[in-house]
């Protein structure tokens, strides 16, 4: 079973696998990515401790973008249909949480937010979020903005719906609507879903890799998962190392900081899963480094996360001009208690973002989210997310391509 309220299965792993172990062509790749990171200063840095509730997060002694307001924007995802086997389970909540999110973050002052969904909670069927969908939106959001120009933008990532994680590695990758859930009987498994997954390294590193320039137009469509499944399935190294070169910013470059939140758990992956010594590796690596923002997630990669109850007051469903009752996801939960909450119209940091964001609220049966990035530069940290403003932002509706 797929999903929020999925099982958890338990797996036996043998973590002695490393990078010896691992192709050549995997190890060559590795380091070479490894050293681009290094040049672009994010990695080797000495960090201190930032504490942020009662987690130690880390964070780099390093110059950055000005700790003032900007322009937000959002690419907010719910995927409800799952065309391949409905039966799974489809999630209404998905779709209810991403109307609700798309709405709070414009209330939150969002100069535009791309909300792409599927309508199974307006009887309308033959729209599952595809993966295709998500690439497109991605880069289209990235589109938005460099052609916007905007002085000091910043980026929110939502999404919700079923999901497959690895505990060992900390790894989760979200599932689109036409995923194909009978993936473990594949050839390779792993293959099969980094290129029908969407990995959320694919996320990350896309965001990581954004610049307002148009140095790095190339890298806008790209996820790291199209790079790594060739070379898993016996691709050619150079070609890869060429496609990266080619989607590298320049050192001197600034990164738009950003902020993913995962509402969805991560199904534990089967034991015939075949990521050790091979992608975990790569999960370590690149999850070290990106330090301009943060990523949340409603469970840890291998738990269950269930939604909650959504019932608003009358006054607050007139505020939201939002008509949906219901199940949501919890991260969506406690981001509708925030934006309604003591702070509101004051400037909200990405530290204090954090904090709030990843708090557990007992009272509304929220446990406390997960995050798998100990890393955030101080600058980032002080940076204003929401700038407590009014604004008349925009919100445009995208339903998914896929069919039953």
């Given amino acids: 079973q797929f999903g929020l309220g999925c099982h958890r299965t338990e797996v036996k792993r043998d973590f002695s696998a490393g990078v010896g172990m691992m192709p050549a062509s995997i190890q060559i790749f590795l380091f070479a990515f490894t050293a681009l990171l290094i040049s672009f200063g994010e990695m080797g840095v000495q960090a201190q401790s930032l504490s ?54 414009r209330n939150l002052g969002s100069v535009h937010t791309l909300v792409l969904r599927s309508d199974i909670i307006g009887g309308s069927l033959g729209h599952a979020v595809t993966r295709e969908d998500i690439l497109f939106a991605v880069r289209d959001l990235k589109m938005r903005i460099r052609a916007d120009s905007p002085q000091s933008p910043r980026i929110v990532f939502y999404y919700m719906g079923h999901g497959l994680g690895n505990s060992g590695y900390q790894s989760i990758s979200i599932l689109p609507g036409n995923f194909p859930l009978d993936y473990r009987e594949s050839e390779n498994p792993l293959v099969t879903t980094l290129r029908e997954g969407v990995w959320d390294m694919d996320i ?88 301009r923002g943060f990523s949340l997630y409603a469970a840890p990669p291998g738990e269950n996360a269930f939604t909650v109850p959504f019932e608003p007051s009358p006054s607050q469903l007139d505020a939201l001009s939002y008509g949906h009752i219901g199940q949501v996801g919890p991260l969506a939960r406690s981001l509708f208690e925030f934006s309604f909450g003591s702070e509101v119209g004051v400037p909200v940091s990405f530290g204090r973002a954090f904090d709030i964001l990843g708090t557990p609220r007992e009272d509304l049966g929220i446990e406390r989210p997960f995050s798998g990035m100990g890393i955030m530069r101080p600058d980032v940290a002080s940076a204003i997310l929401f700038s407590g403003e009014e604004h008349e932002g925009s919100i445009e509706l995208r339903l998914g391509t896929g069919h039953p």
């Fill in 52 to 105: 942020i509730g009662d987690r130690s997060v880390s964070y780099q002694e390093a110059p950055g973008p000005a700790a003032g307001g900007g322009e937000l924007y959002a690419l907010v995802i719910g995927s409800g249909e799952y065309a391949i086997h409905p039966s799974r389970g489809d999630l209404e909540a998905a779709e209810r949480s991403a109307d609700l999110v798309g709405e709070l973050l």
């Fill in 204 to 291: 990350l590193m896309s965001l990581f890799l954004f610049r307002l320039d148009s140095t790095t137009r190339a890298s806008d469509g790209a996820f790291v998962s199209d790079w790594l499944a060739p070379l898993i399935d016996g691709g050619d190294i150079n070609r890869l190392m060429t496609a990266v070169s080619e989607m590298s910013p320049a050192r001197d470059s600034e990164i738009v900081p950003f902020v993913l939140l995962f509402d969805n758990c991560g199904t534990e992956v089967p034991e015939t899963f075949p990521i050790e010594g091979q992608a975990g590796i790569v999960v370590s690596l690149l999850r070290s480094f990106p330090n």
